[in-house]
């Protein structure tokens, strides 16, 4: 039986806020009929060594494989902002896409990104840049997010036509403000409605 198109919302979080913005996009994806979100995450990396992990992870979503991201119709993929960059472990889950790029598996598929840092200007776009550049090597066509969202213009937090962002604060316990939300909500609808026109 042949599954249902999907969304893959892919992302690394270590202290939540990632995750729980991977909830709100998934929840935008899940309005388009016909479509579903994938929640997958990717696992921690080891900094001295290849260690292996459980198939399984403690707690939230399951880690990806190279075939759901192979079969993905799109691609939200989410990562902190550590530095300006994506965080290591999931450059390390690209890194071993190397096949899925020789056979052109992900080429004319739609992409966003989606980021936390927690400071306002962090490095937020920077992150969302260094997640777009693989993808745009993959054939990937970036979608970020129009401002016909009107959060876009009045947030006080986060939000970057890039793509959906949070401001993380030490305090805030992964709490995203009503914008924030409307904008991750956004932005899983809009990756959602692209893949299914391309999909006619
Ligand atoms: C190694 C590391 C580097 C970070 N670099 C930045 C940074 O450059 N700018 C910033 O504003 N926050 C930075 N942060 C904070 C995280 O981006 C922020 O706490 C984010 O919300 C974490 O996401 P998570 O809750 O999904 O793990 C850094 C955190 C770590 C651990």
Known sequence: MNEAPYVLVLFYSRHGSISEM???IARGVNKITGFEAKIRQVP???ATTIETTPALPDEGAPYCTLDELANCSGLA???PSYFGSMAAPLKHFIDQTTTLWLTGQLIDKPACGFTSA????GGQEQCLHSMMTPLIHHGMIWAGLPYRNKELINTTTGGTPYGASHLASSTSENILSEDEKALCEAQGKRIAEISKKLQT
């Open 22 to 24: 991977a909830k709100h």
């Open 44 to 46: 921690d990396v080891s």
């Open 77 to 79: 993929i989410g990562s």
């Open 118 to 121: 927690s400071t306002m200007h």
